[in-house]
């Protein structure tokens, strides 16, 4: 096959139209502008490059349109070119966002950008988001904000700050009730709450799991929680393999209760046998962390509702035959 001609399908077929035509949905939940996740049961694919890459988050697999024919269908080159002459035209089904893209100023880097937002405050957006849609108590948040970890984000969203070994903001994810993201400009690198030399490391995949975990532990003053911001970018795994190489360090793999939290799993277990540290899988019963605070939440509520409706009950006086 010539170039000419690879490169011009290349640019006619997106990979959005191969997965479509393979009966791969939008995760619209789990997707960015820049990053659509599409789902096929346990399968995952993450869409790139405004649609002319793609990467599989459960392996190394990636690459370009035609690469993905041969990734669904384990077939060769010829095949896979066939497949995707196939779909020229082809209109694939579009996420449907529900906010305009952000315009990011160029004259203001990472740090500046972060500096420049409020920190969270009683009664703030920001604050009832965390407090009570994702039920993490008072003591925690006012510790993340201690610790310079949050930011006011537009639209009653949160900022969740990562930051390199030095200390250095690189990047933040972005939660918020109708928006996920991972911040215009940045590099993921950790979000990191607790102890900074720890004993235990524990591996989330979003700094609400993170600070969730830390409610559910007690957070343990032997520990540091830290989230991956949901991806494995290298400066994300030399943080994460710098951690494990200190020493006595027990590496917890605390992602989420599905195959991309089992698969995340699965290389922090390599990262630790590397490092020659120790390992621990720690899941949560729900899919993620939040989930699981949200449900211990939910039974405490109804065990105080149970206790006040058995001492009304005894508190009645008997009634008069």
């Given at each position: 096959?010539?170039?000419?001609?690879?490169?011009?399908?290349?640019?006619?077929?997106?990979?959005?139209?191969?997965?479509?035509?393979?009966?791969?949905?939008?995760?619209?939940?789990?997707?960015?502008?820049?990053?659509?996740?599409?789902?096929h049961?346990?399968?995952?694919?993450?869409?790139?490059?405004?649609?002319?890459?793609?990467?599989?988050?459960?392996s190394?697999?990636?690459?370009?349109?035609?690469?993905?024919?041969?990734?669904?269908?384990?077939?060769?080159?010829?095949?896979?070119?066939?497949?995707?002459?196939?779909?020229?035209?082809?209109?694939?089904?579009?996420?449907?966002?529900?906010?305009?893209?952000?315009?990011?100023?160029?004259?203001?880097?990472?740090a500046?950008?972060?500096?420049?937002?409020?920190?969270?405050?009683?009664?703030?957006?920001?604050?009832?988001?965390?407090?009570?849609?994702?039920?993490?108590?008072?003591?925690?948040?006012?510790?993340a904000?201690?610790?310079?970890?949050?930011r006011?984000?537009?639209?009653?969203?949160?900022?969740?700050?990562?930051?390199?070994?030095?200390g250095?903001?690189?990047?933040?994810?972005?939660?918020?009730?109708?928006?996920r993201?991972?911040?215009?400009?940045?590099?993921?690198n950790?979000?990191?709450?607790?102890?900074?030399?720890?004993?235990?490391?524990?591996v989330?995949?979003?700094?609400?799991?993170?600070?969730?975990?830390?409610?559910?532990?007690?957070?343990?003053?032997?520990?540091?929680?830290?989230?991956?911001?949901?991806?494995?970018?290298?400066?994300?795994n030399?943080?994460?393999?710098l951690?494990?190489?200190?020493?006595?360090?027990?590496?917890?793999?605390?992602?989420?209760n599905?195959?991309?939290?089992?698969?995340?799993?699965?290389?922090?277990?390599?990262?630790?046998?590397?490092?020659?540290?120790?390992?621990?899988?720690?899941?949560?019963?729900?899919?993620d962390?939040?989930?699981e605070?949200?449900?211990?939440?939910?039974?405490?509520?109804?065990?105080?509702?149970?206790?006040?409706?058995?001492?009304?009950?005894?508190?009645?006086?008997?009634?008069?035959?």
């Amino acid at each position: 096959m010539e170039q000419d001609e690879r490169n011009e399908l290349r640019n006619r077929v997106f990979c959005a139209a191969a997965l479509d035509e393979a009966g791969y949905a939008i995760d619209l939940k789990e997707s960015t502008r820049r990053a659509v996740k599409y789902r096929h049961g346990d399968k995952i694919v993450i869409v790139i490059h405004g649609g002319k890459g793609w990467f599989d988050p459960l392996s190394d697999a990636k690459g370009d349109v035609f690469s993905l024919m041969t990734h669904l269908y384990g077939v060769g080159f010829p095949e896979a070119k066939m497949r995707v002459g196939r779909l020229v035209g082809y209109e694939p089904r579009q996420p449907v966002w529900k906010r305009q893209a952000r315009q990011r100023d160029p004259d203001r880097g990472v740090a500046e950008r972060w500096s420049a937002r409020r920190n969270p405050w009683p009664g703030s957006t920001t604050w009832r988001y965390l407090r009570n849609e994702r039920h993490l108590p008072e003591a925690v948040v006012r510790a993340a904000i201690r610790h310079d970890l949050l930011r006011e984000g537009p639209c009653g969203s949160m900022w969740a700050a990562h930051r390199d070994g030095a200390g250095m903001v690189t990047g933040w994810e972005e939660r918020g009730p109708e928006w996920r993201g991972f911040s215009t400009g940045g590099a993921k690198n950790l979000f990191r709450f607790g102890r900074c030399d720890p004993l235990r490391l524990c591996v989330t995949e979003a700094a609400i799991d993170a600070m969730s975990l830390a409610v559910l532990e007690g957070a343990r003053r032997d520990s540091l929680y830290v989230s991956t911001g949901g991806g494995w970018a290298h400066a994300t795994n030399a943080a994460i393999r710098l951690l494990a190489a200190r020493e006595d360090v027990l590496l917890v793999a605390a992602t989420d209760n599905n195959a991309q939290g089992h698969a995340y799993a699965d290389r922090l277990e390599a990262i630790a046998d590397e490092a020659g540290c120790g390992f621990e899988r720690l899941r949560p019963q729900e899919d993620d962390w939040n989930a699981e605070l949200k449900a211990r939440a939910k039974n405490q509520a109804k065990g105080r509702k149970r206790e006040e409706e058995t001492r009304l009950s005894h508190a009645r006086p008997p009634r008069q035959g």
